[in-house]
């Protein structure tokens, strides 16, 4: 599946691996787990464990990046880039209704 098709399905889960003072001063979407990057290894049996599919998201999609080939590493079955939160927030907003 695309990230738009998994966006279109309802059934995901949002993580995302900015530091809790970037979402503090740039704002955060609704719902989303917040890991940072730094705790991703560490919580890796906790990001596994999700029965649906993984979207993660940053700042620009470069942390988020790496996340995610960690995590596919480890296992991690059905993952997705979500790239830069303002652009997933937005497509999110955007498609409210039709997603």
């Known amino acids: 599946m695309s990230l738009t098709e998994v966006l279109k399905s309802?059934?995901?889960?949002?993580?995302?691996?900015?530091?809790?003072?970037?979402?503090?001063?740039?704002?955060?979407?609704?719902?989303?787990?917040?890991?940072?990057?730094?705790?991703?290894?560490?919580?890796?049996?906790e990001?596994?464990?999700?029965?649906?599919?993984?979207i993660l998201f940053c700042r620009s999609g470069n942390r988020s990046g790496k996340a995610l080939e960690y995590l596919n590493s480890q296992g991690l079955k059905e993952g997705y880039n979500g790239g830069g939160w303002a652009e997933l927030k937005a497509t999110l907003e955007a498609n409210q209704g039709t997603f």
Do not use: C, F, Q, T
Request: glycine share 10%.
């Open 10 to 45: 309802g059934n995901y889960e949002l993580i995302d691996v900015r530091e809790p003072m970037e979402l503090e001063m740039d704002g955060n979407i609704e719902g989303a787990k917040n890991i940072p990057l730094g705790e991703v290894e560490d919580r890796k049996d």
């Open 47 to 54: 990001i596994l464990s999700i029965e649906k599919p993984v």
